[in-house]
């Protein structure tokens, strides 16, 4: 039974490419049993980049979402409140104010900065969570601070930034890590 090149080619062993370029590859095939001649084709490949690319350093995390969109989120350190206070004031001159406590012993709102520094991409405060030292993972609550405008949503341009604060209802204690995605691409962790 004759076999064809594609037959041939999967009893080699898989190459791994550590970067994106263009390859120039030549397979060759030595005569065996039920093979009259050598085989010796040459391929060339078109290897892409793998993205996301990340790199996490300290409290910054840098993406690189594909060839021209690159952007930074840089992580503040967490601020711990066992109660948050808001006042609204609908003209009347008197302020109306509530206070909220956390369900879970402790409200834990993160400061976060992202810089677009090539392209155009889409933000979502959505793309933040948070994990417990025991490996829980707690997301966001909708609650006011006073640290801040919470993070919202949009698009930044290049050298846009936009700055917000993302708040967790948890239980006290330290060691927490704020866990980054791209809308389901995991990019990274940072402890906060």
Same mark, same amino acid.
């Given at each position: 039974? $004759?076999?064809?090149?594609?037959?041939?080619? %999967?009893?080699?062993?898989?190459?791994?490419?550590?970067? $994106?370029?263009?390859?120039?590859?030549?397979?060759?095939?030595? $005569?065996? %049993?039920?093979?009259?001649? +050598?085989?010796?084709? $040459?391929?060339?490949?078109?290897?892409?980049?793998?993205?996301?690319?990340?790199?996490?350093?300290?409290? %910054?995390?840098? +993406?690189?979402?594909?060839?021209? *969109?690159?952007?930074?989120?840089?992580? &503040?350190? +967490?601020?711990?409140?066992?109660?948050?206070? *808001? @006042?609204?004031?609908? &003209?009347?001159?008197?302020?109306? @104010?509530?206070?909220?406590?956390?369900?879970?012993?402790?409200?834990?709102?993160?400061?976060?900065?992202? *810089?677009?520094?090539?392209?155009?991409? =889409?933000?979502?405060?959505?793309?933040?969570?948070?994990?417990?030292?025991?490996?829980? /993972?707690? =997301?966001?609550?909708?609650? =006011?601070?006073?640290?801040?405008?919470?993070?919202?949503?949009?698009?930044?341009? +290049?050298?846009?930034?936009?700055? &917000?604060?993302? /708040?967790?209802? /948890?239980?006290?204690? %330290?060691?927490?890590?704020?866990?980054?995605? =791209?809308?389901?691409?995991?990019?990274?962790?940072?402890? /906060?």
């Amino acid at each position: 039974m $004759a076999k064809t090149f594609r037959d041939l080619i %999967s009893f080699y062993k898989p190459v791994t490419f550590r970067s $994106a370029g263009t390859f120039n590859l030549r397979v060759v095939s030595l $005569a065996g %049993s039920g093979y009259s001649k +050598a085989i010796s084709r $040459a391929i060339t490949l078109h290897v892409q980049p793998h993205f996301p690319v990340v790199a996490v350093n300290g409290n %910054s995390i840098d +993406a690189r979402i594909d060839a021209h *969109t690159r952007f930074r989120d840089d992580i &503040g350190g +967490a601020l711990y409140d066992s109660s948050i206070t *808001t @006042c609204t004031d609908y &003209g009347d001159g008197q302020p109306y @104010c509530t206070t909220d406590r956390p369900t879970n012993g402790q409200y834990l709102t993160v400061p976060i900065t992202i *810089t677009q520094e090539q392209g155009t991409h =889409d933000y979502n405060r959505f793309n933040y969570s948070l994990k417990g030292p025991d490996g829980q /993972v707690w =997301d966001q609550t909708y609650e =006011d601070t006073k640290h801040g405008q919470q993070l919202s949503s949009g698009t930044l341009t +290049a050298p846009d930034y936009v700055s &917000g604060v993302v /708040v967790f209802d /948890v239980p006290p204690g %330290s060691g927490y890590r704020l866990l980054v995605e =791209d809308f389901g691409d995991s990019l990274g962790q940072v402890y /906060v």
